[in-house]
């Protein structure tokens, strides 16, 4: 019996109408299960991760 994730993966590889990148699916995939709500979350955490790791490197090089 396949792993549904991985048939699923491939199942939308093989549609070449999609014309999505291979990571850009992996990422689609992995983040289909959350709400808009966790999915906005998410990405507001990245993004201060993002400033945190940009003052770190900026104290660093000063």
Same mark, same amino acid.
């Given at each position: 019996?396949?792993?549904?994730?991985? %048939? +699923?993966?491939?199942?939308?590889?093989? @549609?070449?109408?999609?014309?999505?990148?291979?990571?850009?699916? $992996?990422?689609?995939? !992995?983040?289909? %299960? +959350?709400?808009?709500?966790?999915?906005? @979350?998410?990405?507001?955490?990245?993004?201060?991760?993002?400033? $945190?790791?940009?003052? !770190?490197?900026?104290?660093?090089?000063?």
């Amino acid at each position: 019996m396949p792993h549904k994730v991985g %048939s +699923e993966v491939c199942k939308n590889i093989r @549609q070449p109408a999609r014309q999505v990148s291979i990571p850009r699916l $992996l990422i689609e995939s !992995a983040l289909a %299960s +959350e709400t808009p709500t966790q999915r906005k @979350q998410a990405i507001e955490e990245l993004f201060a991760l993002n400033r $945190l790791l940009v003052a !770190a490197s900026n104290n660093v090089s000063n």
